[in-house]
């Protein structure tokens, strides 16, 4: 059960968009349409952004949308504000009822 | 207000033992999982296990099967997770993460760090 790949940084000027990828395989992110993300600020816990692949919980601004497409599943954060400069890390449904992380993004806002 | 809150911060030698706790409110404690999630020093997220409270049916990552025991009692609403003999490798904080009806974890515990050193 391997961490999920993801670029280990990604920035973007205030306004402008990014996008972070998370590579699983056919028996996580490709199997199931339970990937979500998470957000971290230093020193603070996680906080979910995206579950299952696109819906986001109440607060969460509608700059932050999510996608798949077989193995790969991409969180998109557009008009990029401070406040947005962050680790983020996926997550999917493995099956057996367990579960895996990606390796994590730091995104800066330039 | 759902919450998990977790115990203190421990400062442990190797060899020694540890439990520590995760104690939920604001919701029925049989109802949803709850996961364990490691982060060791400068690093990432990594799914340790769960445990289903109802019936303490559980599943672990396979790097931490038989290393950790994670349990819950269903009288005060906690979880737990423990350690019969700890390492220097298990300086992390540990995050104790609802599972809100779907696979995905949507509230989080503070946080426990939890200290190894001789």
């Known amino acids: 059960q391997s961490a999920l790949t993801q670029p280990p940084s990604a920035s973007g000027s205030p306004g402008q968009s990014v996008t972070i990828s998370c590579i699983g395989t056919s028996s996580d992110v490709g199997g199931y349409n339970y990937v979500s993300w998470y957000q971290q600020h230093p020193g603070k816990a996680p906080k979910l952004m995206i579950y299952d692949v696109t819906k986001r919980p109440s607060g969460v601004p509608d700059r932050f949308s999510g996608s798949k497409s077989g193995n790969t599943a991409s969180l998109t954060v557009s008009g990029l504000q401070a406040e947005d400069e962050a680790d983020y890390y996926c997550?999917?449904?493995?099956?057996?009822?367990?579960?895996?992380f990606g390796s994590g993004t730091t995104v800066t806002v330039l | 207000e759902v919450q998990l809150v977790q115990s203190g911060a421990e400062v442990k030698k190797p060899g020694e033992s540890l439990r520590i706790s995760c104690e939920v409110s604001g919701y029925s404690f049989t109802t949803y999982w709850i996961s364990w999630v490691r982060q060791m020093p400068g690093k990432g997220l990594e799914w340790m296990g769960r445990i289903a409270p109802d019936d303490s049916n559980n599943n672990y990552s396979p790097p931490f099967q038989g290393h950790v025991t994670i349990s819950v009692d269903k009288s005060v609403n906690t979880a737990y997770l423990q350690w019969s003999s700890l390492k220097a490798s298990d300086t992390a904080v540990y995050y104790c993460?609802?599972?809100?009806?779907?696979?995905?974890?949507?509230?989080w515990g503070q946080g426990t760090m939890v200290t190894v050193s001789s």
């Open positions: 993460a609802r599972h809100g009806g779907t696979p995905a974890v949507d509230i």
């Open positions: 997550y999917s449904y493995a099956g057996m009822n367990t579960y895996v």
